[in-house]
């Protein structure tokens, strides 16, 4: 099809939303079969926590040093807690969880998914007269959907604890006034923004983790091919979709 | 297991040789290619049909078309006397039911051992107790003597014990219908010996319609029943497999004797081969 950008995008657009149609349409029966979800929680939740932690950790620290930096210009060390916990708990938490979620389980989601269809398995299943959507699909995505968000907690606490063991520990600021000020800074509407984030981040991954390798070409090429836009398109969307909810909590401020 | 064995659905009991799978006048065209064009070609109960023909004469195409994941454009196909392409999802997977189908290359999954790709269809569409499950299971496992693989993966089995798990996957339901998509391509003789017998016997014993896509002539040989060679979207030959190795007909010869050319040319339709060669446009 040689659709101009902004139709194909649109066309695109509508495809993902049918899909996700598709998949909430199947959430019921699909729950029938619990163990089908919780392994794909194991699958995209457990096997991303040592480079969610990891990653946790070193922007926490960055984020403790970059405060440190900065605020000592000012004579405000006492704000490093406040960045560092707004910053997390509003944006780099859940965004960056995200993106790494989108490398490390959206890439695995779409290639296994791809290989079953390039190997048949999908074919097989209808074959046999069981949905693939309802068997394959839906408990990827839904696992994907409750990992995403407990992977950003993970994240954000951990990366709580690194800011303070550079701004407290190393860099010597009062861990009294850090942790008050941080306390008075943050309140409970800017945790619910990370939970929102993160909830809708899971959505939009796993949704497009899912629908490229459904719809990959049954090639080896084309598996790789679909493995590639997960990463470029998620990311892109999560990207945007931060834009608009920082924007739109803003606003309900 | 789910469905009487031999109900047909005009309710008549049913008969040895009446024809479960009939394809009428069938055209179905790809990207406005015709694959079909006037396909008619039917399938009887309890025998061994077999279609044949060259590389890309649809003959996939065939068994999805049978199968009801795709439709015609013109034409019917019935499968038990309804028609596929009026049927509903439910309707379609209640046939389906009915069928067992051995894919290319097996298409187990997996994500699951040997015991549990062919406990699959029976843990998707039935509430047996683990008992019967695992009775089952090894049931149709030794029957392709492959019991004591039960407990290994898709990825440690050769392509042989793929497919022969595939078929017994594809039984384990007991269908009225087997359908077999290029059961021998890629085997050593052993195997291919192996899955022949195996579909004899499962016809045989079982009493199974089964349906085999091929162009391992000399294997369809000693099992086929009737046998179908499509070519260019249409039969150009039907018999037995004794009746085809005889045909005088040229299409028949040339791929029963396997010669490079004949009414399927070798060359891709090309321009003034001299013409080509000195770099000059060719009119």
């Given at each position: 099809m040689n659709d101009s950008l902004p139709v194909a995008a649109l066309r695109r657009i509508g495809a993902v939303t049918v899909f996700l149609a598709q998949?909430?349409?199947?959430?019921?029966?699909?729950?029938?079969?619990?163990?089908?979800?919780?392994?794909?929680?194991?699958?995209?939740?457990?096997?991303?926590?040592?480079?969610?932690?990891?990653?946790?950790?070193?922007?926490?620290?960055?984020?403790?040093?970059?405060?440190?930096?900065?605020?000592?210009?000012?004579?405000?060390?006492?704000?490093?807690?406040?960045?560092?916990?707004?910053?997390?708990?509003?944006?780099?938490?859940?965004?960056?969880?995200?993106?790494?979620?989108?490398?490390?389980?959206?890439?695995?989601?779409?290639?296994?998914?791809?290989?079953?269809?390039?190997?048949?398995?999908?074919?097989?299943?209808?074959?046999?007269?069981?949905?693939?959507?309802?068997?394959?699909?839906?408990?990827?995505?839904?696992?994907?959907?409750?990992?995403?968000?407990?992977?950003?907690?993970?994240?954000?606490?951990?990366?709580?604890?690194?800011?303070?063991?550079?701004?407290?520990?190393?860099?010597?600021?009062?861990?009294?006034a850090y942790w008050s000020q941080t306390q008075a800074a943050v309140d409970l509407h800017d945790v619910w923004e990370g939970v929102v984030k993160s909830l809708v981040f899971g959505v939009a991954v796993s949704l497009v983790a899912v629908y490229e390798g459904y719809h990959s070409e049954p090639t080896p090429e084309g598996v790789g091919l679909a493995t590639t836009r997960t990463v470029v398109v998620s990311s892109v969307l999560v990207l945007l979709l931060n834009y608009l909810l920082t924007a739109a909590f803003l606003k309900t401020h | 297991m789910t469905e009487p064995q031999n109900s047909s659905s005009n309710g008549s009991p049913a008969q040895a040789g009446d024809a479960v799978i009939e394809v009428r006048d069938v055209r179905y065209s790809v990207g406005g290619r015709a694959?079909?064009?006037?396909?008619?070609?039917?399938?009887?109960?309890?025998?061994?049909?077999?279609?044949?023909?060259?590389?890309?004469?649809?003959?996939?195409?065939?068994?999805?078309?049978?199968?009801?994941?795709?439709?015609?454009?013109?034409?019917?196909?019935?499968?038990?006397?309804?028609?596929?392409?009026?049927?509903?999802?439910?309707?379609?997977?209640?046939?389906?039911?009915?069928?067992?189908?051995?894919?290319?290359?097996?298409?187990?999954?997996?994500?699951?051992?040997?015991?549990?790709?062919?406990?699959?269809?029976?843990?998707?569409?039935?509430?047996?107790?683990?008992?019967?499950?695992?009775?089952?299971?090894?049931?149709?496992?030794?029957?392709?003597g492959l019991r004591g693989a039960a407990r290994l993966m898709p990825s440690e089995l050769s392509g042989g014990m793929a497919r022969r798990v595939a078929l017994a996957r594809a039984i384990v339901m007991d269908p009225e219908i087997l359908i077999y998509d290029e059961p021998f391509v890629g085997l050593d003789p052993i195997s291919m010996g192996v899955i022949c017998r195996l579909i004899k016997q499962m016809n045989d014993a079982l009493g199974i319609t089964?349906?085999?896509?091929?162009?391992?002539?000399?294997?369809?040989?000693?099992?086929?029943?009737?046998?179908?060679?499509?070519?260019?979207?249409?039969?150009?030959?039907?018999?037995?497999?004794?009746?085809?190795?005889?045909?005088?007909?040229?299409?028949?010869?040339?791929?029963?004797s396997g010669l490079a050319d004949g009414p399927v040319a070798y060359h891709f339709p090309a321009g003034d081969y001299r013409a080509d060669l000195l770099g000059e446009k060719s009119p």
């Open positions: 998949i909430v349409a199947r959430i019921g029966p699909a729950l029938a079969r619990p163990g089908l979800i919780v392994r794909q929680i194991y699958n995209a939740g457990a096997r991303s926590l040592v480079i969610i932690m990891l990653s946790g950790m070193f922007v926490g620290m960055v984020l403790g040093l970059l405060g440190f930096d900065v605020f000592q210009r000012f004579g405000s060390e006492d704000y490093v807690g406040v960045l560092a916990a707004l910053g997390n708990l509003k944006v780099l938490g859940p965004v960056l969880t995200a993106l790494l979620f989108a490398g490390r389980a959206g890439t695995s989601l779409t290639s296994e998914i791809g290989l079953m269809k390039s190997t048949e398995q999908l074919t097989a299943m209808q074959m046999m007269a069981v949905d693939p959507v309802r068997y394959v699909v839906v408990p990827r995505f839904l696992g994907g959907f409750i990992a995403m968000p407990l992977l950003a907690a993970t994240f954000t606490v951990i990366a709580l604890y690194g800011a303070q063991l550079i701004g407290v520990q190393q860099m010597g600021v009062d861990s009294g | 694959i079909f064009d006037g396909l008619d070609v039917t399938a009887r109960r309890g025998r061994i049909t077999a279609f044949m023909g060259p590389s890309g004469t649809g003959k996939t195409t065939l068994l999805r078309l049978i199968t009801g994941q795709a439709s015609a454009e013109r034409g019917t196909v019935r499968v038990f006397g309804e028609e596929v392409a009026q049927m509903s999802q439910s309707q379609l997977f209640a046939l389906r039911r009915r069928m067992g189908m051995l894919f290319q290359n097996g298409a187990l999954l997996t994500d699951l051992d040997v015991y549990e790709n062919v406990a699959f269809p029976l843990r998707a569409h039935t509430d047996l107790t683990e008992d019967l499950v695992r009775q089952l299971v090894l049931t149709k496992l030794h029957a392709v089964s349906i085999v896509v091929s162009h391992d002539v000399h294997e369809l040989a000693t099992i086929a029943d009737d046998s179908y060679l499509l070519s260019g979207g249409r039969v150009v030959a039907s018999g037995t497999p004794d009746e085809l190795a005889r045909s005088e007909v040229a299409e028949v010869r040339q791929f029963m």
